[in-house]
RNA sequence: GGUCCCGUAGCUCAGUAGGAUAGAGCAUCAGAUUCCUAAUCUGAGGGUCGCAGGUUCGAAUCCUGCCGGGAUCACCA
């Protein structure tokens, strides 16, 4: 139960009672009124701003209207304290016992605590990676690879259902380079001198065994072969291979996608076609002359007749070719029939992830899907920045033409799955991202990543000390939950509740927002209420955990803080990273 | 030159779809602590939210114009 929307819903029931009783003005909008924790605790439990939001179409000066409200609210009986401070606002303080009783919510719910339904099961597929098949994943996918995986787990935690897609490039220019680099390695298995790999060619040393498997299986007859046919043969191989190899780097992450969707599907099954034939119904394709761009034209840049999106009509700045010189397709027009076919696949909302260096395409992508879905689907563009590598204070400099690129799986080899995935969450997506190795490794407060894990693997330290101090102590969740909260009586345990309560929120305005981030940076503020309330049984004994002469707050407080692990547990499964018991 | 993103404490960054006195970590300073519940703890100082207008009960947040930084700019993917 989310219990900021609970609260809502009565504070607009009793709104309602005020119209009925003719004390308030029938028909107003209620949906700007907001229900949430106030800023500083010192202003109770939730602070609403029903009053000012309402104030005008009411007829009513924002205080009187507040007072109003104040009193039906007072009356209602849910709140010990109902309060009208600043400029209209209403403060509302719960009983102590309401929060308390969160905590057996919790332990009744598990790790599916903070679920809400804001999605109502509609699908949203979310598009991530799709990097181009040509050789093993860098640092640079992984950021918008962990984002795409969190976001997805963070839909489905909102009531979406979520298809998580790759779309492969296999249909490019790069995809024949990929092709005659394999070749090379080919000749040089069955014995050629290649000697350097000529420039524009993959030097990679990875596409060595694939030369070595293509030698074994078909001896010398490709080089037999038209050129049009074993280049057939090496690429499909090629891709196979990279797929496959792609697929390992993200397993490497935790990552697993449902749908691998292929470029060349769309040429070969002719969805391009018929997509922009739909277009070209609908009078949106013509042929025309581009202006130059201003300001920066290129050298080569000539008048060139091109077959024509009208994207400008949906919001774009010019209207974008679909057809290259010779005639073939540009990527985009592509892109369009797969994003046609997303929505034929009844996904109503579709997100993309890319990295920067592509958000210059944002619009014509968005006016593509506009288009062609009339407007029924809506695409959100999230864009990944730049990751920066640093090793000691210093930048790793990385050069792809000297191959001295680090890989998905160098990093994930020495920090962790868990530890890139967090790190990588730890900012906002459109922020650049400085990722020190020492840092991330390090294992001390400073570190977001150990302070969250630590708390809950000293959670089970805890249960564990319980088991085996406390003779004949149940632990399980269903006793945990009888234990009688009333003794949870110190302001840092009320926090802590207070804290985990807030979950679901965070769950729905994340997912709302499409920002997996604030999961981690709530996260990290949970951690610091726990870690909290241990500090200040350090200094008073009284308050730790396990008192060894009094079972029942014992058990109290190991229901409290179990629940919080449960939470802490929610939340990390969202990144994607384990909730570990016990650090190493 | 166009477009998009960013500009918040000395540093790195949050800021919950417009809310009350703008927050956290690091660093700095001042205390506590050698204890063991497991990786010290508590507190303090520190801000013209890039600048200037506008919108309204109310702006770091929305709009406009500047300044500064980054990405990108017919046919690549």
């Not at 040393?205 to 080089?223: F, Q, S």
């Not at 969805?271 to 130059?292: D, H, N, Q």
């Not at 951690?527 to 002469?549: Q, T, V």
Request: hydrophobic share 40%; aromatic share 8%; with cysteine.
């Amino acid at each position: 139960m989310n219990i900021f929307s609970h609260f809502q819903t009565i504070i607009t029931d009793q709104l309602g009672a005020l119209s009925a009783e003719g004390k308030l003005a029938e028909g107003l909008d209620f949906s700007k009124i907001t229900v949430e924790p106030p800023r500083d605790a010192a202003h109770g439990d939730l602070a609403t701003n029903a009053a000012m939001v309402l104030a005008k179409a009411a007829g009513m000066k924002p205080r009187d209207l507040a007072e109003l409200l104040a009193a039906k609210l007072e009356a209602a009986g849910h709140f010990t304290k109902v309060d009208v401070a600043g400029p209209g606002f209403i403060n509302l303080t719960l009983q102590p016992d309401f929060w308390r009783a969160q905590v057996a919510h919790i332990l009744n719910a598990r790790n599916t605590y903070g679920e809400v339904d804001a999605g109502r099961g509609e699908l949203v597929n979310v598009e991530y990676v799709s990097a181009n098949p040509t050789g093993p994943m860098h640092v640079g996918h992984t950021r918008g690879a962990v984002f795409g995986d969190a976001l997805a787990n963070l839909l489905e935690k909102a009531g979406y259902k979520v298809c998580r897609e790759y779309y492969i490039n296999d249909a490019g220019g790069q995809i024949e380079v990929l092709a005659r680099s394999v070749f090379l390695r080919y000749r040089e298995a069955l014995g050629e001198d290649i000697g350097d790999i000529p420039e524009g060619l993959y030097p990679g040393d990875y596409l060595v065994p694939i030369g070595k498997e293509l030698a074994a299986e078909y001896g010398d007859k490709l080089k037999a072969m038209p050129e049009a046919d074993w280049l057939e043969i090496v690429r499909k191989r090629a891709i196979e291979a990279m797929m496959e190899m792609i697929r390992g780097d993200l397993a490497a992450l935790g990552i697993e996608h449902e749908v691998f969707y292929s470029e060349r599907s769309l040429h070969e099954n002719g969805a391009v076609e018929e997509t922009l034939a739909y277009l070209e119904s609908k009078g949106l394709i013509y042929t025309g002359v581009l202006e130059p761009p201003k300001g920066k034209t290129p050298e080569d840049w000539e008048p060139r007749p091109q077959t024509l999106f009208k994207s400008t009509e949906f919001g774009d700045d010019v209207d974008r070719a679909l057809k290259k010189s010779d005639g073939s397709w540009t990527y985009f027009a592509p892109d369009i029939a797969y994003h046609y076919d997303k929505y034929k696949r009844g996904a109503a909302h579709l997100i993309d992830v890319w990295g920067a260096d592509h958000s210059g395409y944002i619009k014509r992508m968005s006016a593509a899907v506009a288009a062609v879905t009339d407007g029924k689907a809506d695409l959100d563009v999230k864009i990944c920045q730049l990751v920066k590598l640093y090793r000691n204070g210093e930048p790793v400099r990385m050069s792809k033409r000297a191959g001295s690129f680090v890989t998905l799986r160098d990093v994930v080899e020495e920090v962790g799955r868990d530890a890139v995935r967090f790190m990588m969450l730890y900012r906002k997506n459109d922020a650049p991202l400085d990722f020190d190795f020492a840092k991330v490794k390090e294992q001390s407060r400073e570190n977001p990543v150990f302070y969250v894990q630590y708390a809950h693997a000293r959670i089970h330290s805890v249960l564990r000390n319980a088991q085996a101090e406390v003779s004949g102590i149940d632990l399980s969740d269903s006793a945990l939950a009888k234990a009688d909260m009333a003794l949870l009586r110190d302001e840092a345990e009320l926090t802590l509740i207070k804290q985990m309560a807030q979950f679901p929120r965070m769950v729905q305005s994340a997912a709302e927002a499409h920002e997996p981030h604030r999961i981690a940076f709530y996260l990290y503020e949970l951690a610091s209420a726990f870690h909290g309330l241990w500090n200040k049984g350090k200094d008073d004994p009284s308050l730790r955990f396990i008192l060894a002469d009094d079972k029942s707050v014992t058990l109290a407080r190991l229901a409290l803080i179990r629940a919080a692990a449960y939470v802490v547990e929610a939340g990390l499964g969202i990144l994607g990273v384990e909730a570990i018991e016990e650090m190493r």
